[in-house]
């Protein structure tokens, strides 16, 4: 294993959806691996079409901040902004890669703490104006309750609506065989741990790269021997598969 191929003669097992594998894909890839693209969720709309967030962002001059928590959710918020928003509504991304779609579409954000994940968040929300203040939280239709429960603990009258569905598709049963061949699966979200665990049969591999502390918790739930990336983001994970090749 050379310094500028660390992953070189590993296979790697890579679970995002389609349409978001391509960057780290290429990353692992240039560092020698040879990745196994397996799919095992797929972006939807939301079952009401995207109705419900249409008529969120329509009335965002209502809402102090608006939260989004991956970069699918900031693409379809970002899609949905047409004209002026107004000078005080305030953005906030749960990390630098969910923040982008904003960025790209001209809107300023004010908020990205420096652990992307709903906790590091929680520590850097401002509290509620006094009289309080409205919070528009644009996520996916199955997340965990941390974020909203913590904002209105705080103080926040917090408004969730659903951005988009991650659903389950058809998978390539010849990759799936490779697969589980593999040296290492490499994780970006609690929803594809599981969904790939249950195409696989268990831990197999039996070793995960995972992105950040959910998705590690629930790999080393369901037995797998688990390398937690820091920081919690794409290049975080690339970094952390490395450090893992080289042990």
């Given at each position: 294993?050379?310094?500028?191929?660390?992953?070189?003669?590993?296979?790697?097992?890579?679970?995002r959806?389609?349409?978001?594998?391509?960057t780290?894909?290429?990353?692992l890839?240039?560092?020698?691996?040879?990745?196994?693209?397996?799919?095992?969720?797929?972006?939807?709309?939301?079952?009401?079409?995207?109705?419900?967030?249409?008529?969120?962002?329509?009335?965002?001059?209502?809402?102090?901040?608006?939260?989004?928590?991956?970069?699918?959710?900031?693409?379809?918020?970002?899609?949905?902004?047409?004209?002026?928003?107004?000078?005080?509504?305030?953005?906030?991304?749960?990390?630098p890669?969910?923040?982008?779609?904003?960025?790209?579409?001209?809107?300023?954000?004010?908020?990205?703490?420096?652990?992307?994940?709903?906790?590091?968040?929680?520590?850097?929300f401002?509290?509620?104006?006094?009289?309080?203040?409205?919070?528009?939280?644009?996520?996916?239709?199955?997340?965990?309750?941390?974020?909203?429960?913590?904002?209105?603990?705080?103080?926040?009258?917090?408004?969730?609506?659903?951005?988009?569905?991650?659903?389950?598709?058809?998978?390539?049963?010849?990759?799936?065989?490779?697969?589980?061949?593999?040296?290492?699966?490499?994780?970006?979200?609690?929803?594809?741990?599981?969904?790939?665990?249950?195409?696989?049969?268990?831990?197999?591999?039996?070793?995960?790269?995972?992105?950040?502390?959910?998705?590690?918790?629930?790999?080393?739930?369901?037995?797998?021997?688990?390398?937690?990336?820091?920081?919690?983001?794409?290049?975080?994970?690339?970094?952390?598969?490395?450090?893992?090749?080289?042990?």
């Open positions: 294993m050379s310094a500028d191929l660390p992953l070189a003669g590993r296979t790697l097992v890579v679970t959806a389609t349409d978001q594998a391509g780290l894909s290429a990353a890839a240039a560092r020698g691996a040879q990745v196994v693209e397996l799919p095992v969720i797929a972006v939807a709309d939301p079952a009401d079409g995207g109705a419900a967030l249409a008529s969120a962002v329509a009335g965002v001059a209502a809402y102090d901040w608006v939260v989004v928590t991956s970069p699918n959710g900031a693409r379809r918020v970002s899609d949905r902004l047409a004209g002026t928003v107004p000078s005080d509504t305030r953005f906030a991304a749960i990390g890669r969910t923040a982008v779609p904003l960025l790209a579409a001209g809107l300023a954000v004010d908020l990205i703490p420096d652990r992307a994940v709903a906790e590091g968040l929680l520590e850097e401002p509290s509620p104006p006094d009289g309080g203040g409205r919070v528009l939280l644009a996520r996916a239709e199955v997340a965990r309750d941390l974020l909203p429960d913590g904002l209105r603990a705080a103080g926040w009258d917090v408004d969730v609506v659903v951005a988009y569905r991650n659903v389950e598709p058809d998978s390539d049963p010849d990759a799936l065989a490779v697969a589980r061949g593999s040296d290492a699966v490499v994780f970006t979200a609690e929803s594809t741990v599981r969904r790939y665990t249950a195409l696989a049969g268990g831990p197999t591999p039996s070793d995960a790269v995972c992105i950040g502390p959910v998705s590690a918790g629930v790999a080393r739930e369901l037995g797998y021997r688990v390398v937690e990336a820091d920081p919690h983001s794409v290049e975080g994970l690339v970094a952390a598969t490395c450090s893992w090749a080289s042990r």
